[in-house]
């Protein structure tokens, strides 16, 4: 009963190209999406987010991409960069329900950037 | 210049004796977390304070208590710890508790139960 899934474990890419890392949730009440980095023996830390009222979010070298109809949000990564290779997680709130909740996760992707 | 600091990193204990780790923030913020994260999985949450309001999720087992003596300390205490409670234990925090503020993870704690 996963509510964010993360179905590629593993995902191997050629520095300079494009990384694209995927994401499927089941949750409708899902209204804020995240991206966390987490590189070996550290904490995961914040990458970029997307409101579910915006279909792309553009930062620098990472672009976020949300279809909410197919309940399905990308990170692309342009160009891929050595420093990038980490595990990647996906992570969903709702917004609307209101006071602090938590971040459902999914169980991440290990990024590894080939030179 | 850490910002949230967890003791220990490694903690080893025996079959059904309490363990309790430990959770520090430097950056005053309102809520903490404690998120459990068993091996390839995902990171699940177990419970989180708003201040001193406790916050426990449904499914989070009874054998798993939180202290929150003062805005900078979290615990988790494992009452009884079984051998499926070996995992990685992180603690997080956020400003105000909206999904748009950041959460900051400590490195974890990764609990080894003999």
């Known amino acids: 009963d996963q509510q964010v899934k993360q179905n590629s474990p593993s995902l191997s890419v050629q520095e300079g190209r494009i990384s694209i890392l995927n994401c499927d949730y089941t949750?409708?009440?899902?209204?804020?999406f995240l991206w966390y980095k987490k590189y070996p023996a550290e904490g995961p830390t914040f990458l970029t987010s997307?409101?579910?009222?915006?279909d792309k979010n553009e930062d620098g070298r990472f672009t976020v991409f949300l279809n909410k109809s197919a309940k399905h949000l990308s990170l692309h990564i342009v160009p891929s960069q050595p420093g990038d290779s980490a595990v990647y997680f996906c992570?969903?709130?709702?917004?609307?329900?209101?006071?602090?909740?938590?971040?459902?996760f999914g169980k991440g992707t290990h990024l590894i950037i080939q030179p | 210049d850490a910002m949230v600091i967890q003791n220990p990193r490694y903690q080893v204990t025996q079959f059904g004796k309490p363990v309790t780790l430990s959770c520090s923030q430097t950056?005053?913020?309102?809520?903490m977390y404690w998120y459990q994260q068993k091996s390839s999985q995902a990171p699940k949450l177990l419970f989180h304070?708003?201040?001193?309001?406790?916050?426990n999720e449904a499914d989070t087992p009874d054998n798993f208590q939180s202290r929150r003596p003062n805005t900078s300390f979290c615990f988790l205490d494992i009452r009884s710890p079984g051998l499926g409670d070996a995992a990685m234990y992180l603690c997080?925090?956020?400003?105000?508790?909206?999904?748009?503020?950041?959460?900051?993870f400590g490195p974890g704690t990764r609990l080894t139960v003999l």
């Open positions: 997307i409101s579910s009222i915006k």
């Open positions: 304070y708003y201040d001193k309001d406790f916050n």
């Open positions: 997080a925090t956020s400003r105000s508790g909206l999904a748009t503020d950041t959460q900051y």
């Open positions: 949750n409708s009440m899902f209204d804020y």
């Open positions: 992570a969903a709130s709702a917004q609307s329900g209101g006071g602090a909740d938590g971040l459902t």
């Open positions: 950056l005053n913020h309102n809520v």
